[in-house]
């Protein structure tokens, strides 16, 4: 898909989802400043959906480098580095269900396996702090990490069908019964 393409499809998505969730979500108290940002949430996905089909490793290059860069013009209003990370979590709602609903169709073939996220380097595990009380220590064939593992079920095809977020210390079996009703 094209940049284009995500972006149109994120922004569809995004008119449906501020509709449903207006209608769902709890009375918010008024901001102190009741100000919009520069940069649409549907920007936002987009930019983080392009990072994750670039060649790029760490975010923060690929903002840097590529979309202050190269970008400006498909994003006129972008913002620093430090505000866009600001901007982030807000996304993760979105995101999830952009994702759930993005699934592949079923073709009888599926393929499970889990990638380790780490969180920190093994040295600063006692004094992180961010994932405190939620990611576990846990072993992946490199050896042993700090943090959670993404576990997919994908079709012959490559499609997402299904994933499930764990700590780190669950073993990769035991999320693969729920995500196989699905």
Known sequence: MSLLEIFCDVDDFMLIFDDWLKKHA?????????RKT?????????II??????????FKA??????????RAEFPNLVSYNR??????G?????CVYMY?????????????????SVCHNKRIRRHRTFNGLARRGKSTMGYFYGFKLHLVVNDQGEILAFCLTPANVDDREPVPTMARE
């Open 26 to 34: 709890l009375a918010q108290a008024p901001s102190s400043r009741g």
């Open 84 to 89: 866009f990370v600001e901007l982030m979590p």
């Open 101 to 117: 609903l993005q699934r592949g169709q079923v073709t009888g073939i599926a393929f499970v396996d889990s990638t380790p996220i």
């Open 62 to 71: 690929f903002y840097q480098e590529y979309v202050c860069q190269h970008l």
């Open 49 to 58: 959906i392009w990072f994750h089909q670039s060649h790029y490793r760490d």
């Open 91 to 95: 996304t993760l709602l979105p995101l």
């Open 38 to 46: 520069t940069l649409s949430m549907s920007e936002v996905m987009t």
